[in-house]
């Protein structure tokens, strides 16, 4: 049983900061990409960020230059660091991973951490 677990959401005024970190844990071979996703009320989830096991990263474009995504393949973990927060950076965020379980990859998500960026 593999699990995802996220930490670090909270409340923060715009121009903040906030370190999500996400944890995979359990029968776990190899780890693919790892990435974030975030959905606001009535609305997609929808990518933010993502990195490959050797360290290249995509970012969506409102996020560009504010977030920043890391990985400790020895910790098996995921980081996003987030600058510069803006109200619209409000949802939850989901930790995503590829992972090599037994015979073949699979994909898994954290339960979602809350992020509230507001005065």
């Known amino acids: 049983q593999v699990q995802l677990v996220e930490s670090g959401g909270g409340l923060v005024q715009p121009g903040g900061s906030l370190r999500l970190s996400c944890a995979a844990s359990g029968s776990i071979f190899s780890i693919n990409d790892m990435g974030w996703y975030r959905q606001a009320p009535g609305k997609q989830r929808d990518l933010v960020a993502t990195i490959t096991s050797g360290g290249r990263t995509n970012y969506a474009d409102s996020v560009k230059g504010r977030f920043t995504i890391s990985r400790d393949n020895a910790k098996n973990t995921v980081y996003l660091q987030m600058n510069s927060l803006k109200p619209e950076d409000t949802a939850v965020y989901y930790c995503?991973?590829?992972?090599?379980?037994?015979?073949?990859?699979?994909?898994?998500w954290g339960q979602g951490t809350q992020v509230t960026v507001s005065s």
């Open positions: 995503n991973a590829d992972i090599l379980d037994g015979l073949a990859y699979v994909d898994y």
